[in-house]
């Protein structure tokens, strides 16, 4: 899996070899945003999730897969081209030059390199530091930064969206590392006018990096974790060096209502959520789904998974993913946990027209017993808590499973489509899955001729 943190430097355009069949039906293009280039100059990032931002393509019409990728053209990614060697501070990796040029954290630029989303004809690519960068998706060409909200001095926004089904409203927060207690919940609405912005206080310096959102509450998962940002600031660390794990603490559920009501906090048992599933409202509760970790050791730590394979070691994760739910009684202020599935899941994601309603399905990718990365794919129903599950070959690493709608189908009719790099092999390759029956296989494989590095979520753009 050492692969994963292999750069990528040159971008491509190419008609990809499919076996098996596309269906017709399918017309679109998958947009996957990931880190694609690790070092400059000698010097190399110390997390795998860290690197200049590459957008990946997969044009799919005809039966056919056309693969694409360009850089994001960030004012970091020019600045550092043009100079040949790394300038500015990220999130897992001080800038060179000494405590001098890291202190209150090094001068930081957005890599644009960890999610990516369509806008209003634009292609966003987000990072955590500053605004998104927009694309034209057409050509994948860099046309600026993104400005959401009032512009402020350190615009910083989470990398998780989320978009209303109904109403085409898009909920975005901003979450300053300056300022780490506020955050600004923005609110679009489908014509790209700013409908709300909330200010509100956390109770507490955390991290946190996804969020839930039903029609009228926005629930942020204050993970039990400590942050200690002398380190930084001194410019003897970046900023992932100031967060420790800290369960005795407990996790935290900030509740804010979307109408300007004052938001009230439940206490949660201590968990790492990474990546949220959904969240809709029932009766007076909210209940809010996510992959949860008993701790993170697979991240935080030198000799973390995420960190050693920077280093060309693949180590073990002792900790594993689980499916978890949270009820949220609103009249009560109180919160309960339970588990709904024990299996080792990353990634998640689910029918985008059931985002903050009602639903069922949730597809994740999965992983073997001590092993970090996700070699498989599932659909499990969280009313009942069947499983329709693939498992690859170990060696292989599987990508978020984005679900595409079948146009004109009903909920959760359509396709998964999972970007894979095997191990074994050096390539990576797309693979499509008829979403109902997954345990089946891919219907069609469309081969790369390269490898990939780490790529964590995508993005479906549909054609007529």
């Known amino acids: 899996m050492a692969l994963l943190a292999k750069s990528l430097r040159t971008e491509q355009d190419y008609s990809m070899v499919t076996r098996g069949r596309c269906p017709e039906a ?8 990931g880190p694609g280039l690790f070092e400059r100059a000698g010097r190399r990032k110390n997390f795998v999730t860290e690197g200049d931002g590459m957008i990946r393509a997969y044009d799919i019409a005809d039966g056919r897969v056309q693969f694409r990728s360009q850089f994001v053209r960030t004012t970091k990614f020019r600045d550092e081209e043009a100079a040949g060697r790394y300038k500015y501070a990220t999130w897992g ?3 060179p030059g000494g405590v001098f040029r890291n202190l209150g954290g090094g001068r930081r630029r957005s890599e644009a390199d960890a999610t990516v989303y369509l806008r209003h004809g634009k292609l966003l690519a987000f990072g955590e530091i500053g605004l998104p960068w927009a694309l034209d998706p057409n050509t994948l060409r860099t046309i600026s930064r993104y400005q959401i909200g009032s512009p402020i001095e ?14 085409g409203d898009w909920t975005v927060i901003g979450n300053d590392y300056v300022e780490p207690r506020k955050v600004r919940i923005i609110t679009e609405n489908a014509q790209g006018f700013t409908k709300s912005e909330i200010v509100a206080t956390l109770p507490r310096k955390t991290y946190f990096r996804d969020f839930f959102a039903t029609t009228h509450y926005v629930v942020i998962p204050l ?15 970046p900023i992932l060096d100031s967060i420790s794990w800290a369960p005795q603490t407990g996790n935290l559920a900030m509740v804010i209502p979307r109408n300007g009501d004052d938001p009230f906090v439940c206490e949660a048992p201590p968990s790492w959520s990474f990546h949220t599933i959904n969240a809709y409202e029932s009766g007076g509760d909210i209940l809010c789904d996510f992959v949860g970790y008993d701790s993170p050791g697979w991240l935080l730590g030198k000799n ?27 009249g009560k202020r109180t919160l309960s946990e339970e588990t709904l599935d024990g299996g080792a899941h990353e990634y998640p994601t689910i029918d985008p027209l059931r985002a903050g309603l009602p639903y069922k399905e949730a597809y994740l990718a999965t992983s073997r017993p001590g092993q ?14 069947a499983r329709d599950a693939y498992e690859g070959r170990s060696t292989q690493c599987f990508g978020e499973p984005v679900f595409v709608p079948r146009q004109g189908g009903g909920t959760d009719e359509g396709w998964v489509l999972v970007e894979e790099l095997d191990g074994g092999t050096g390539m990576g390759s797309l ?6 029956r997954i345990a089946a296989g891919p219907i069609a494989e469309a081969a790369l001729e390269h490898h990939l590095p780490i790529s964590v ?5 549909a054609l007529p």
């Open 26 to 33: 399918l017309r679109g293009v998958l947009f996957r945003n």
């Open 93 to 95: 990796t001080r800038a």
């Open 154 to 167: 350190r615009p910083a926004f989470k990398t998780r969206t989320k978009l209303d089904p109904l109403t």
């Open 223 to 237: 993970n039990a974790v400590k942050i200690n940002t002398l380190k930084p600031a001194l410019g003897l660390g």
């Open 304 to 330: 973390a998974p995420l960190h050693a394979i920077m280093r060309g070691q693949v180590t073990t994760a002792h900790d594993q993913g689980t499916v978890r739910r949270w009820r949220i009684n609103v």
């Open 372 to 385: 970090w990365w996700t070699s498989g794919v599932v659909r499990l129903n969280l009313d009942t808590g």
């Open 431 to 436: 693979l499509l899955f008829d979403a109902s």
């Open 457 to 461: 979520q995508g993005t479906w753009m």
